[in-house]
């Protein structure tokens, strides 16, 4: 596919086939995909926790009501003593690092056939506890992966974006 059509073709997924798991290599080229991304100072301050097994799964619903019976979630977090703080003082490349990391590995999903969905839909410090997550690092999203139930579909918003009229402006 052509990046524009991963691009276009890609949606938040609601319902998955559970019974359906996502292919080891397709999830390595997602995982690389992540892995590739650039982060500020190169400082690659991300990790990310494949969560598979009954357990851990339960794990996450424990915390959020959006996995929607995904096989696998990757949960991003970075850790904040190794992030890069900018002039000024008052912002670190933390969340977006981490943010870029994620999309990459959403859009890489699509690029792979797999469904996703981008999952903010809880209270970092629960995650944290629910995994037993270090204190220094902090839970920027999770991503639900797997495969659409039978004729699952975007949902009305999807094709529904503002034009570039209203969120660009020339200068
Ligand atoms: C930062 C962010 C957080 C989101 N959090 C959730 C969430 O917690 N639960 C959920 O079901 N969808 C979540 N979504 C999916 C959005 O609702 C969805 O991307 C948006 O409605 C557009 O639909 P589309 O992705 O199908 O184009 C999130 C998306 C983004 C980008």
Redesign the pocket.
Same mark, same amino acid.
């Given at each position: 596919m052509h990046f524009m059509e991963v691009v276009a073709n890609? &949606?938040?997924?609601?319902k998955y086939d559970g019974s359906r798991p996502v292919e080891p290599e397709k999830l390595r080229a997602v995982l690389e995909a992540g892995r590739l991304a650039p982060t500020a100072k190169n400082l690659q301050e991300q990790h990310v926790y494949v969560v598979q097994s009954p357990e851990e799964l339960a794990k996450i619903d424990s915390v959020?009501p959006?996995r929607?019976g995904a096989p696998t979630c990757l949960v991003v977090t970075y850790d904040k003593n190794h992030v890069f703080t900018y002039p000024g003082g008052q912002r670190d490349s933390g969340v977006e690092d981490a943010?870029i990391v994620a999309t990459h590995m959403l859009l890489a999903s699509a690029n792979a056939g797999l469904d996703s969905?981008?999952?903010? &839909? &809880?209270d970092p410090e629960k995650v944290k506890e629910a995994l037993a997550l270090s204190e220094s690092e902090e839970v920027v999203?999770?991503l639900d992966l797997g495969y659409g139930a039978a004729g699952t579909k975007?949902?009305a918003?999807?094709?529904s974006?503002k034009p570039l009229s209203e969120t660009v402006s020339y200068r």
């Amino acid at each position: 596919m052509h990046f524009m059509e991963v691009v276009a073709n890609r &949606f938040s997924c609601k319902k998955y086939d559970g019974s359906r798991p996502v292919e080891p290599e397709k999830l390595r080229a997602v995982l690389e995909a992540g892995r590739l991304a650039p982060t500020a100072k190169n400082l690659q301050e991300q990790h990310v926790y494949v969560v598979q097994s009954p357990e851990e799964l339960a794990k996450i619903d424990s915390v959020t009501p959006c996995r929607y019976g995904a096989p696998t979630c990757l949960v991003v977090t970075y850790d904040k003593n190794h992030v890069f703080t900018y002039p000024g003082g008052q912002r670190d490349s933390g969340v977006e690092d981490a943010a870029i990391v994620a999309t990459h590995m959403l859009l890489a999903s699509a690029n792979a056939g797999l469904d996703s969905c981008w999952v903010n &839909f &809880f209270d970092p410090e629960k995650v944290k506890e629910a995994l037993a997550l270090s204190e220094s690092e902090e839970v920027v999203m999770i991503l639900d992966l797997g495969y659409g139930a039978a004729g699952t579909k975007p949902l009305a918003n999807h094709a529904s974006r503002k034009p570039l009229s209203e969120t660009v402006s020339y200068r």
